[in-house]
């Protein structure tokens, strides 16, 4: 048979203490309830501003103090949601449009749209890839699909013509 060590026993009798007075020995109406705050901003050690989250928004930043992510509504009360590279350049944006559709861009380095997904004007889904300018190169959506040259000029067109029937050009 094991012997229990009296050093042993404190330290069991310590652990179920330290349980019941943070489980045990609360009342049922034990509970922080609502907390209201106008704005919370979280600094690291330093006093790098790191968060805040106030205003409708939320903002992160990284220990730079550049920008890395914002959530929050925009002026039309959609929400959206902006994410930034290691500079604060813009990287990414998720949201909704001034007509109420959702749409996804992507941008590259020197902050130039390299994509879109989302909904165009005449409220039907559409994707458009463009190059390092910023110039379309492809699009699709509305039933054809377009290609463009380094120039800007349409070098395929693929879709339905106007009687109806498929069409490539």
Do not use: C, W
């Not at 379309?136 to 013509?161: C, H, K, V, W």
């Amino acid at each position: 048979m094991k012997v229990l060590d009296i050093k042993s026993i404190i330290i069991g009798i310590l652990i179920t203490l330290l349980f019941l007075a943070v489980y045990g020995f609360r009342s049922e109406t034990d509970e922080l309830g609502h907390l209201v705050v106008k704005s919370i901003t979280v600094e690291d050690d330093r006093g790098v501003i790191m968060g805040y989250l106030g205003n409708g928004y939320m903002q992160t930043y990284n220990q730079f103090g550049e920008p890395t992510l914002f959530v929050g509504t925009g002026k039309d009360g959609g929400g959206y949601l902006r994410a930034y590279n290691g500079n604060g350049d813009e990287s990414a944006y998720v949201g909704t449009g001034r007509m109420g559709g959702g749409y996804i861009r992507t941008y590259n380095n020197d902050g130039k749209e390299t994509s879109y997904l989302g909904t165009g004007s005449d409220n039907s889904g559409q994707l458009r890839i463009y190059d390092k300018e910023g110039e379309t190169r492809s699009y699709l959506g509305d039933g054809y699909i377009q290609a463009y040259n380094q120039f800007g000029e349409r070098t395929i067109f693929l879709g339905t013509g106007t009687s109806g029937g498929g069409y490539l050009r």
